[in-house]
């Protein structure tokens, strides 16, 4: 459940946006809200969606909430896709093998090769 809360919460274009701002460090809200032309109110629910999901996390310090990255569901969601692009990398390379050794010039090109050997 973690890695689908995880992909919802990146789903979004402000929240991506809001990680990659985290990733330089602990934030206020204030700050993380500045480069977006939406309200104090719409940061804070997509805030709350990041939150939810265990990317980020919000600590009261007095009256300013400063938010942080949380970096294990980011790195489970990584290693999910690395293990993705593992799979098709090795189906696209048998592919290509299989294509490769049905093409007429990869034939002639063995050809050559046993002619040369």
């Known amino acids: 459940m973690t ?16 990680v990659e701002q985290l990733g330089s460090g602990p934030a206020t809200v204030g700050s993380l809200a500045a480069p977006h032309p939406m309200s104090l109110p719409a940061i804070t629910k997509h805030l709350r969606v990041l939150e939810a999901a265990g990317v980020v996390r919000r600590d009261r310090r007095g009256r300013t909430i400063v938010c942080t990255l949380e970096a294990a ?20 390379d048998r592919l290509e093998r299989l294509l490769g050794a049905d093409s007429p010039a990869d034939r002639g090109h063995a050809d050559t090769k046993e002619q040369d050997g």
């Open 73 to 92: 569901p980011l790195r489970e969601a990584e290693s999910w896709l690395a293990d993705r692009r593992l799979f098709w990398s090795a189906t696209l």
């Open 3 to 18: 890695l689908e809360r995880t992909f919802h919460a990146l789903a979004d274009p402000t929240r991506r946006a809001i």
